[in-house]
């Protein structure tokens, strides 16, 4: 093909888009390189239209092409920033949602600290260098009823931390049926090699005995780590040591260390079969580990605690320091762990969201229904079912209320729209219908929810006309 020929010769240049308003609004959105990336990529997808023949040539048509792929490229990139969406899945803790919400209270009372500087690593009373745990450090220990505690950016690392600090080069004892997999495939035999301890496996899939333990034990014996199994459940035949048991067989050099993972704190009765850290320090736990942001209800963290004497260890690992969090994380467990030991459960907003009563949940539909305007037969209040989730209490279920969508498109389609809200609603598909959970939405979301299906019914009824 001459060059005369080629469709091609009419793509508009790079410096002609930039002037174009779709280009002043890159180069304000990512600067000026930026602005030129994104543009190229524009230009690309519109070459590769040309050359698979389904876009006519043209300047005119294909400068519009290119500045209408740009401006996909930048609702892709606005789409995909961090940003607040509403969570009405009816999963408490939805890991892909960011699990435990925190509350604008906290950072409305963190803004001070976080927006200038602060005294994470300084003694105010002597002017030294302080430890980065500061009060933290006090607060977990007081609240959890052990020697010592601190804390690092998640329980997987608390883990890792634990096994390379303790136990690297020597021997772990863990039962078969405890060999879990930690949410987006990361195994526990993963952190095991990487951590440089060896694994020891014990007992079988379902059974595994206090004496199979005690006899596991030899000079390569470092750890018994009980990991609990936070995002699954077994039935039946099925049985397992208890803390308090494996403290009284083990022998004194080996340490006992509970992974707990969900850090429930055993309120009101509330999920009986998950452990909690200070019944297995009570118990005789040399270490516990759990994370921040599961059922404590705080940011992404993992809690160790236990003896002084294996915290001060871990705390001079040089891993420790690649694994150790950062102000804003610091603030968010400190705060929450100041929630807990007042009581205040319900400014803690996983725990207000579990207190909600049904009536109440029912009344707040109806007010979305109405202010929405769908009427009979477009949406319904039905009694639901939430979860938990985020790999704690499995299987366990909390009674909720939804709207369920009665309206001529597909759940599919009702979705994706709903999703492109200003504020993206994320719903759940059942029995082929759309609904939205109200357990998992904060009470200062329903307009929002209420806005998001007014403009869902505007449309379904433009795509019919």
Same mark, same amino acid.
């Given at each position: 093909?001459?060059?005369?020929?080629?469709?091609?010769?009419?793509?508009?240049?790079? /410096? $002609? #888009? +930039?002037?174009?308003?779709? *280009?002043?609004? &890159?180069?304000?959105? !990512?600067?000026?390189?930026? %602005?030129?990336?994104?543009?190229?990529?524009?230009?690309?997808?519109?070459?590769?239209?040309?050359?698979?023949?389904?876009?006519?040539?043209?300047?005119?048509?294909?400068?519009?092409?290119?500045?209408?792929?740009?401006?996909?490229?930048?609702?892709?990139?606005?789409?995909?920033?961090?940003?607040?969406?509403?969570?009405?899945?009816?999963?408490?803790?939805?890991?892909?949602?960011?699990?435990?919400?925190?509350?604008?209270?906290?950072?409305?009372?963190?803004?001070?600290?976080?927006?200038?500087?602060?005294?994470?690593?300084?003694?105010?009373?002597?002017?030294?260098?302080?430890?980065?745990?500061?009060?933290? /450090? $006090? #607060? +977990?220990?007081?609240?959890? *009823?052990?020697? &010592?505690?601190?804390? !690092?950016?998640?329980?997987? %690392?608390?883990?890792?931390?634990?096994?390379?600090?303790?136990?690297?080069?020597?021997?772990?004892?863990?039962?078969?049926?405890?060999?879990?997999?930690i949410g987006g495939g990361f195994r526990l035999p993963d952190v095991f090699e990487t951590s440089g301890a060896r694994?020891?496996?014990?007992?079988?899939?379902?059974?595994?005995?206090?004496?199979?333990?005690?006899?596991?034990?030899?000079?390569?014996?470092?750890?018994?780590?009980?990991?609990?199994?936070?995002?699954?459940?077994?039935?039946?035949?099925?049985?397992?040591?208890?803390?308090?048991?494996?403290?009284?067989?083990?022998?004194?050099?080996?340490?006992?260390?509970? /992974?707990?993972?969900?850090?429930?704190?055993?309120?009101?009765?509330?999920?009986?079969?998950?452990?909690?850290?200070?019944?297995?320090?009570?118990?005789?736990?040399?270490?516990?580990?759990?994370?921040?942001?599961?059922?404590?209800?705080?940011?992404?963290?993992?809690?160790?605690?236990?003896?002084?004497?294996?915290?001060?260890?871990?705390?001079r690992s040089p891993l420790h320091r690649a694994l150790r969090i950062d102000k804003a994380t610091a603030l968010g467990?400190?705060?929450?762990?100041?929630?807990?030991?007042?009581?205040?459960?319900?400014?803690?907003?996983?725990?207000?969201?579990?207190?909600?009563?049904?009536?109440?949940?029912?009344?707040?539909?109806?007010?979305?229904?109405?202010?929405?305007?769908?009427?009979?037969?477009?949406?319904?209040?039905?009694?639901?079912?939430?979860?938990?989730?985020?790999?704690?209490?499995?299987?366990?279920?909390?009674?909720?209320?939804?709207?369920?969508?009665?309206?001529?498109?597909?759940?599919?389609?009702?979705?994706?729209?709903?999703?492109?809200?200003?504020?993206?609603?994320?719903?759940?598909?059942?029995?082929?219908?759309?609904?939205?959970?109200?357990?998992?939405?904060?009470?200062?979301?329903?307009?929002?929810?209420?806005?998001?299906?007014?403009?869902?019914i505007d449309g379904v009824s433009r795509s019919e006309t």
């Open positions: 093909m001459s060059k005369t020929q080629d469709p091609r010769r009419h793509l508009p240049r790079t /410096d $002609d #888009l +930039l002037e174009t308003p779709s *280009g002043k609004k &890159a180069e304000g959105m !990512v600067g000026r390189e930026g %602005a030129k990336a994104i543009v190229r990529r524009g230009i690309a997808k519109v070459e590769e239209q040309v050359t698979a023949g389904r876009i006519e040539s043209g300047r005119d048509k294909l400068r519009g092409a290119a500045e209408a792929a740009i401006e996909d490229e930048l609702l892709t990139l606005d789409r995909r920033r961090l940003q607040h969406v509403i969570n009405a899945t009816g999963v408490m803790l939805h890991t892909n949602l960011g699990r435990a919400p925190l509350g604008r209270s906290l950072f409305e009372k963190g803004s001070s600290v976080l927006g200038g500087y602060c005294n994470l690593e300084i003694d105010l009373e002597t002017g030294e260098r302080g430890g980065r745990g500061g009060v933290l /450090d $006090d #607060l +977990l220990r007081l609240l959890l *009823g052990a020697e &010592a505690a601190f804390a !690092v950016n998640n329980n997987a %690392a608390a883990v890792l931390l634990v096994l390379h600090g303790l136990a690297r080069g020597r021997e772990v004892v863990v039962s078969r049926g405890e060999l879990i997999q694994l020891k496996e014990v007992g079988t899939t379902n059974i595994t005995t206090a004496e199979d333990y005690r006899m596991s034990q030899g000079p390569e014996t470092a750890m018994f780590l009980k990991a609990h199994s936070s995002n699954y459940r077994m039935e039946g035949f099925v049985s397992s040591p208890s803390i308090a048991e494996l403290a009284a067989i083990k022998d004194p050099a080996v340490l006992l260390v509970h /992974d707990i993972g969900s850090g429930w704190m055993a309120y009101e009765g509330l999920f009986p079969d998950e452990p909690t850290p200070v019944r297995s320090l009570a118990e005789g736990a040399d270490l516990v580990t759990f994370s921040g942001d599961k059922l404590f209800g705080g940011p992404q963290a993992g809690v160790i605690a236990g003896r002084n004497d294996l915290v001060a260890r871990l705390k467990l400190e705060e929450t762990a100041r929630l807990h030991l007042s009581a205040r459960l319900d400014d803690i907003p996983l725990f207000r969201m579990m207190r909600v009563s049904i009536e109440a949940l029912r009344k707040r539909g109806a007010r979305i229904l109405r202010k929405s305007g769908l009427g009979k037969g477009q949406a319904r209040i039905l009694s639901t079912q939430a979860a938990v989730g985020g790999g704690s209490a499995p299987g366990m279920g909390v009674e909720s209320v939804g709207i369920e969508i009665h309206l001529p498109w597909s759940p599919e389609r009702t979705s994706a729209f709903l999703r492109s809200a200003p504020i993206s609603v994320i719903g759940r598909i059942r029995d082929d219908k759309v609904v939205l959970d109200l357990r998992t939405v904060l009470p200062e979301e329903d307009e929002e929810i209420a806005g998001a299906l007014s403009r869902l």
